[in-house]
């Protein structure tokens, strides 16, 4: 049995190119999600300071309300307000995590099919 050298140094370059697309995926996967990341967290921080507003304001205003029952309706206000806005913004941020998850998976995907056509075909 005779050794071909030249198909030797192919697969060689074959297997090389395959690891360094591999790793140039991982990276960029990598990229992507920590981009996401830091919009998910900006997300937070920009959503934490406006309910530490809303929470400043509501509690200005009762203190300055004249009975017990404005100061209820202010306090169920807030409230209502507050979750809805919670509910709102957990929304989002699922949506980000999910949206990330699919942005970070891409590169990976498309090198494993890569892979896995050039593993079959040789």
């Given at each position: ?9 192919k ?5 090389q ?8 995926a ?9 981009k996401?990341?830091?919009?998910i967290?900006?997300?937070f921080?920009?959503y ?8 400043t ?9 004249k ?5 209820i ?17 957990m ?6 995590y999910?949206s ?11 090198a494993?099919?890569k892979?896995?056509?050039?593993v079959t075909?040789?």
């Amino acid at each position: 049995m005779e050794f071909d050298k030249t198909a030797l140094d192919k697969a060689t370059q074959d297997f090389q190119k395959l690891g360094k697309d591999n790793y140039e995926a991982v990276v960029k996967s990598y990229g992507q999600m920590n981009k996401g990341f830091q919009d998910i967290g900006t997300s937070f921080t920009d959503y934490t300071k406006q309910a530490f507003a809303d929470a400043t304001a509501t509690f200005e205003k009762l203190v300055g309300a004249k009975s017990l029952e404005h100061a209820i309706e202010i306090q169920s206000q807030y409230a209502k307000t507050a979750y809805e806005t919670w509910m709102a913004e957990m929304t989002k941020i699922g949506e980000m995590y999910a949206s990330v998850a699919r942005d970070a998976y891409k590169p990976v995907e498309k090198a494993v099919a890569k892979t896995t056509a050039t593993v079959t075909a040789s």
